[in-house]
């Protein structure tokens, strides 16, 4: 496998239960990210994580938890969500946190929905 | 913190003719600029970026931008469109010193045959 892979692709779910998305990276970065897709919202950044330490959370409700194992990958667990989460979740890596020299490269999504 | 504006949701071209996606951004000092398309089922990937010096930048799949620090845009062009270029094309700004990036909610661009 290359670059960035997400499982599941499509994931659908109730509200009381728990689930968890998973990213790979098989570039050696060394940063990842999650993102959330909303219809015809701009991509909202959740967390980023360095070396497998989070180093940015941006008022991301606690029914998403993230975890990084590793610097190759990257989970978001979920519990208890609101029919308002269902969207595509992306996950990207980058080399390092550098805007100008780190491109971010991203999976093809993981397609949550919440009844 | 900065923002990016893309004001066309949704753009429609023929095959074959010239394209124009619009972008404005807002920020205080020189901005790092990036598009991206996203095609139906994938990840975005990186068409360009602008962080300095020539404000024409060439990137992949015949597609350029230019800077227009007048105008606050980062316009994305491509001369002869193709089909496949069909697809969904996000704007993006950074701030200097960090990887937080911001997007804008995108232009759909379909095309007709």
């Known amino acids: 496998e290359t670059g960035v892979t997400q499982t599941p692709r499509h994931l659908v779910m109730g509200m009381t239960n728990k689930k968890s998305l998973k990213c790979e990276q098989h570039l050696g970065h060394n940063a990842m990210y999650w993102y959330k897709q909303s219809a015809k919202k701009p991509l909202e950044l959740m967390f980023v994580y360095s070396l497998e330490e989070r180093v940015e959370n941006n008022s991301v409700p606690s029914r998403f938890s993230p975890e990084c194992p590793n610097s190759s990958h990257l989970f978001l667990h979920l519990h208890t969500l609101q029919p308002e989460d269902s969207a595509l979740y992306l996950c990207?890596?980058?080399?390092?946190?550098?805007?100008?020299?780190?491109?971010?490269?991203f999976g093809p999504g993981t397609r949550l929905t919440v009844l | 913190a900065q923002s990016v504006t893309q004001p066309d949701i949704h753009i429609t071209v023929s095959e074959g003719a010239s394209l124009e996606l619009r972008c404005n951004y807002s920020y205080g000092a020189t901005p790092y600029l990036f598009w991206y398309v996203q095609s139906p089922g994938q990840g975005l990937q990186l068409l360009l970026k602008?962080?300095?010096?020539?404000?024409l930048v060439q990137g992949i799949k015949g597609f350029e931008a230019e800077f227009k620090r007048s105008q606050s845009s980062f316009n994305l062009r491509k001369p002869s469109v193709h089909w496949s270029d069909a697809a969904e094309y996000f704007c993006a700004v950074g701030a200097q010193g960090n990887n937080d990036m911001r997007f804008g909610a995108g232009t759909r661009l379909t095309v007709k045959p």
């Open positions: 990207a890596s980058s080399q390092g946190l550098r805007v100008r020299t780190d491109t971010q490269y």
């Open positions: 602008y962080f300095s010096g020539d404000t």
